[in-house]
């Protein structure tokens, strides 16, 4: 056990530690035309942050990117954000069992290294003070790191000041990039994630779509709540299910999203979407663990173990045979889109016009059932 805990503190993901590590010289030295001389695909406070953290730790301390102590630095302002993801929901008034859910949906961020539970706590924050024009500032500070999570913070600026500042702050962070070398932005940024392969936990990886069905099934999908009436919470929580039950790319850290975003209106909704991010990570486990690694879409290569991850994985404690480790993957691909899928229709039946009258017209039926039984 502590070796396996060692590894979690230490590890990260080798493909993309690697690009991370070619990208971050490039952004310091070149911070306003980085996206035409490197391929990073995440919007600028997303790029600047992990180049504070790199200029700090190898060219201030001198730490190697390989040593541990630098890798523990590198995953260190996701620790703080994940802790700061648990205090602003619970200032937002997310109960024990919702803190719980969101706390396990961020294990995976916090292990491998992702943004999300940073960009997370900014949403939360600007959800707390979405009655002042700081509500429309956070969003978009966390709009600018993921824009997931600041498009679900979206449904809670209800004032028009709230909403201008928001479209203000996102202008003046962007505008730089857009002014120097807008080509470049859009295509490293934009564009990219429009040619993403299907890849993951997407449903598109067991229904290969025409082109340009699931960019325009999800931005439907984002869009309908966010003009659709109804509580902010259950609008928010909407469009964090269709990023599950949509997207083209559905990576496990989409969950510190999406949980997050669920128990703001339900915790037992939270609960069961977190319930498909465990099944699917303990499928992807066994699948690796029998195919001894993983087909990259993104790169479009097999890495075999010993390249995915450093330092190497402990040898599991058990394999399964390959065909039972895929068919538990793609099960647990259906499982994902089926409950994410259906807690977006319930959040936005409850937002629609009609949904009042088919909920009034079953709870009718239902009761004559009951009287006749």
């Keep these: 056990m502590p070796g396996l ?3 979690v503190l230490t590890v990260v993901y080798a493909p993309d530690y690697e690009k991370w590590m070619r990208w971050c010289p490039v952004i310091a030295s070149h911070p306003l035309t980085c996206y035409a001389r490197t391929d990073v695909h995440y919007p600028p406070l997303g790029s600047l942050l992990p180049t504070l953290v790199w200029y700090v730790g190898h060219v201030l301390l001198g730490l190697d990117p390989w040593d541990w102590r630098f890798r523990v630095l590198w995953k260190l302002p996701v620790w703080v954000g994940a802790l700061a993801c648990l205090y602003c929901a ?7 069992s919702g803190l719980l859910v969101i706390a396990l949906s961020s294990v995976y961020s916090c292990a491998f290294w992702q943004l999300d539970p940073i960009s997370v706590a900014l949403a939360l924050a600007a959800v707390r003070w979405s009655g002042r024009w700081v509500g429309g500032a956070l969003a978009a500070l966390a709009f600018c790191v993921k824009p997931t999570a600041g498009v679900v913070a979206l449904p809670f600026l209800r004032r028009w000041r709230s909403v201008a500042v928001f479209g203000l702050t996102a202008l003046v962070i962007l505008s730089p990039y857009l002014v120097v070398d807008g080509r470049s932005f859009l295509r490293n940024v934009v ?3 429009v040619d993403r392969p299907p890849q993951n936990c997407s449903i598109w990886t067991l229904l290969p779509p ?3 069905v699931p960019v325009a099934l999800l931005v439907a999908s984002v869009l309908g709540p966010l003009v659709l009436p109804g509580r902010p919470e259950r609008r928010a929580c909407a469009i964090g299910a269709a990023l599950l ?3 083209k790319v559905v990576n496990p850290n989409y969950w510190s999203v999406s949980c997050a975003a669920a128990c703001l209106e339900s915790e037992r909704w939270g609960a069961l979407l977190l319930s498909s991010g465990l099944l699917f990570l ?3 486990g066994l699948y690796v663990s029998s195919a001894r690694g993983y087909f990259n879409a993104e790169d479009g290569r097999f890495y075999p173990v010993h ?3 450093v330092p190497r994985p402990p040898e599991p404690p058990v394999r399964v045979p390959l065909w039972l480790a895929e068919g538990l993957l793609d099960g647990a691909i259906v499982y994902s889109f089926l409950t994410s899928s259906w807690v977006y229709a319930r959040c936005v039946l409850d937002g629609w016009p009609g949904g009042d009258f088919l909920r009034s017209r079953g709870a009718r039926v239902s009761a ?3 009287r006749r039984g």
């Design 90 to 96: 619970r200032r937002v008034g997310v109960g024990e």
């Design 191 to 193: 564009l990219f994630q």
């Design 210 to 212: 025409p082109d340009g």
């Design 307 to 309: 390249e995915l991850f």
């Design 245 to 247: 039950a949509f997207s």
């Design 282 to 284: 303990i499928a992807s």
């Design 368 to 370: 004559r059932s009951n």
């Design 5 to 7: 805990l060692w590894w």
